[in-house]
């Protein structure tokens, strides 16, 4: 149970626990120690959050998931972050690309139908975007997409950092295409689990170890003509697609570590309390030195679910940000990240030796944190990226 009052459930209409129930973060949590342990997938989450149809959070009712705004999926992702930040940023991966439907879908794109049709079912969609060096992320790649002739591509390249690779059912990919008339063009499709996708048993992390983000092998992988969803011009670009996958993926990765930080808020107010200073004969909480370093911690948490919140609701009412979206975007996910940090660095002190043996939780929180510094976008794309919002390109 949270100690702090949560500023992010009263921001909502929704019951969060409606969807994600304190049993089941309970049971989450206490598997969360043996998959980091023995760096293992997940499944049993999986399966109950599949048979509780997390899957499909975003999915309209209409296509029969829960018709959830990205806002209030915000608030489940920082909820279940705070008992396994691990599944819970697998299962972003998953939740970008029905996200995505549904930003598309709100702006009456509604090509991505078979995602939503496909999470209701319960199928698991990856995210394999990321490759090796490429700094360009969505606007460009180094995967070879080969026209078939009949509308489809096979992709030939290696994505890294694939969460969910033991369980995915279908691979969102990138690729270029050099070859068509048209040329070039960034191709976007999704692809099956077959032979000619392999993912290497290399995941062996600091932290963050129950994602199983698996470097993935394309071998010539087809997706046919009804899979391939975007050709677009390679470079920045603000079509729908590279907006959707930017907006859902920058808010629920923000959300996660937002999330993170408020679990290890929640362990240093438990630690301040129960501790015992033999000097002083009371509580820590009642240190003055205490009690600063968690408003300080407070303090800091505080701004982010409301931030959330309202660049969630901005991507779900159409608002229209022109070119500053994508610097608003960047910068709420960097400020997630830095805060969160900070959080667990300040609640590891709180929390005294005992945080330092690894079986203490704020020790697995300490490492699993670090990886936000690795996702796009980092600090030095985001500044770059406000940079230019604010003062324009650079000039020669």
């Known amino acids: 149970m949270s100690v702090v009052p949560s500023t992010m459930d009263a921001m909502t209409s929704f019951d969060p626990a409606r969807f994600l129930p304190d049993d089941l973060l309970a049971r989450i949590r206490e598997r969360a120690v043996v998959h980091d342990h023995e760096n293992t997938f997940p499944h049993d989450d999986l399966d109950e959050l599949r048979a509780a149809g997390y899957l499909s959070i975003l999915v309209s009712t209409e296509r029969g998931g829960a018709g959830l705004s990205l806002a209030e999926a915000s608030v489940l992702q920082q909820r279940l972050a705070g008992a396994a930040p691990a599944t819970a940023l697998a299962i972003n991966m998953h939740l970008v690309w029905t996200g995505v439907a549904k930003v598309l879908r709100d702006r009456g794109i509604d090509n991505l139908a078979f995602v939503e049709e496909g999470a209701v079912a319960g199928e698991v969609f990856a995210f394999g975007i990321s490759e090796a060096g490429n700094d360009l992320v969505l606007a460009g ?117 937002t999330g993170i930080a408020r679990r290890a808020l929640d362990l240093a107010v438990e630690a301040a309390t129960a501790r015992t200073s033999k000097k002083t004969g009371t509580i820590y909480a009642n240190d003055p030195d205490i009690r600063w370093r968690i408003a300080d911690m407070a303090l800091a948490y505080d701004a982010m679910p409301p931030q959330l919140a309202a660049l969630a609701n901005d991507v779900d009412s159409l608002a229209d940000h022109g070119p500053r979206w994508f610097s608003l975007l960047s910068g709420v996910k960097y400020r997630a990240v830095a805060m969160a940090k900070e959080v667990v660095d300040d609640a590891v002190l709180v929390g005294g030796g005992a945080a330092y043996f690894s079986r203490h939780e704020l020790s697995r929180l300490y490492r699993d944190v670090l990886a936000g510094m690795f996702h796009p976008s980092d600090a030095e794309s985001a500044h770059a990226t406000t940079a230019t919002a604010w003062l324009g390109p650079v000039t020669s």
């Open 141 to 257: 790649s180094d995967t070879v997409a080969h026209p078939d002739g009949e509308g489809g591509y096979t992709f030939t390249g290696t994505k890294i950092f694939t969460s969910l690779s033991p369980v995915w059912n279908h691979l969102g990919v990138h690729g270029l295409d050099t070859e068509s008339p048209d040329g070039p063009k960034t191709v976007f499709a999704f692809l099956d689990r077959t032979d000619e996708v392999v993912a290497r048993d290399d995941w062996d992390t600091l932290g963050m170890r129950g994602t199983q983000s698996r470097t993935t092998e394309l071998r010539g992988a087809h997706a046919p003509a009804d899979r391939v969803v975007r050709r677009i011009d390679p470079g920045p670009t603000p079509d729908p697609l590279v907006f959707g996958i930017f907006a859902v993926f920058e808010i629920l990765l923000a959300s996660v570590y």
